[in-house]
């Protein structure tokens, strides 16, 4: 459990980085954009919003947590995970900071849930940051990809390549006629 008691993750140091890039980003566009148009936020792979960095034991923020402590802050924050208490943990941690009605929250497989959350955003007026960080390929298959497109904005996809792809080469390209790395790509060629 984490300082606040609630469910955390278990990342390696060199998600530090990850969390350092996004946030230069995040706050990038927040700033840029805040006067011109209705910032959403949407993370399909959202998680409990803390982890613990296995080789120190520092907690720290993630991409959820990051997104909703911005100095600009988006308008409207849409938050999935498959995970029913890292949903509980992350909702306790983001309901003291956030008016409910920015917050947009999903339990469940993203891969269903996307187009519910596609439709509640205006076509319209806003931009839209989507952060997909799946733990494999076979989480995001392109459809949902797809699908989270059609809100306007800006794309972050983080490849599981060390974690999945690399270590699953063979069975990906060679076993399976239907790999998960098939359904990421969209295709078999
Ligand atoms: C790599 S972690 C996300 C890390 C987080 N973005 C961060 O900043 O540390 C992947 C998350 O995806 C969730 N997950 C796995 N399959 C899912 C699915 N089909 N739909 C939604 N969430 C899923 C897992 O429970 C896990 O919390």
Redesign the pocket.
Same mark, same amino acid.
């Given at each position: 459990m984490s300082d606040d008691g609630l469910k955390h993750?278990e990342?390696g140091h060199w998600?530090k980085r990850k969390y350092h890039f996004l946030e230069r980003f995040l706050n990038m566009f927040t700033t840029a954009m805040k006067e011109h148009w209705q910032m959403h936020y949407i993370?399909?792979?959202?998680?409990a919003g803390k982890?613990r960095i296995k080789s120190t034991g520092e907690i720290v923020n993630?991409?959820p947590l990051i997104a909703a402590s911005l100095k600009f802050p988006f308008d409207h924050l849409h938050l999935? #995970?498959?995970?029913e208490e890292?949903m509980s943990a992350l909702g306790a941690r983001l309901e003291q900071h956030i008016n409910p009605d920015r917050l947009h929250l999903y339990t469940g497989?993203?891969?269903v849930i996307v187009n519910d959350i596609a439709m509640k955003i205006p076509r319209r007026g806003c931009l839209s940051v989507v952060?997909l #960080?799946?733990?494999k390929l076979g989480?995001l298959p392109f459809e949902t990809v797809k699908a989270i497109s059609e809100c306007h904005g800006d794309l972050i996809i983080l490849l599981p390549d060390g974690m999945d792809a690399m270590r699953n080469t063979d069975a990906y390209y060679s076993v399976s006629e239907h790999s998960a790395l098939d359904a990421f790509m969209g295709h078999r060629d």
């Amino acid at each position: 459990m984490s300082d606040d008691g609630l469910k955390h993750g278990e990342v390696g140091h060199w998600a530090k980085r990850k969390y350092h890039f996004l946030e230069r980003f995040l706050n990038m566009f927040t700033t840029a954009m805040k006067e011109h148009w209705q910032m959403h936020y949407i993370d399909l792979f959202a998680s409990a919003g803390k982890a613990r960095i296995k080789s120190t034991g520092e907690i720290v923020n993630t991409s959820p947590l990051i997104a909703a402590s911005l100095k600009f802050p988006f308008d409207h924050l849409h938050l999935c #995970d498959i995970d029913e208490e890292n949903m509980s943990a992350l909702g306790a941690r983001l309901e003291q900071h956030i008016n409910p009605d920015r917050l947009h929250l999903y339990t469940g497989d993203s891969n269903v849930i996307v187009n519910d959350i596609a439709m509640k955003i205006p076509r319209r007026g806003c931009l839209s940051v989507v952060m997909l #960080d799946p733990f494999k390929l076979g989480h995001l298959p392109f459809e949902t990809v797809k699908a989270i497109s059609e809100c306007h904005g800006d794309l972050i996809i983080l490849l599981p390549d060390g974690m999945d792809a690399m270590r699953n080469t063979d069975a990906y390209y060679s076993v399976s006629e239907h790999s998960a790395l098939d359904a990421f790509m969209g295709h078999r060629d």
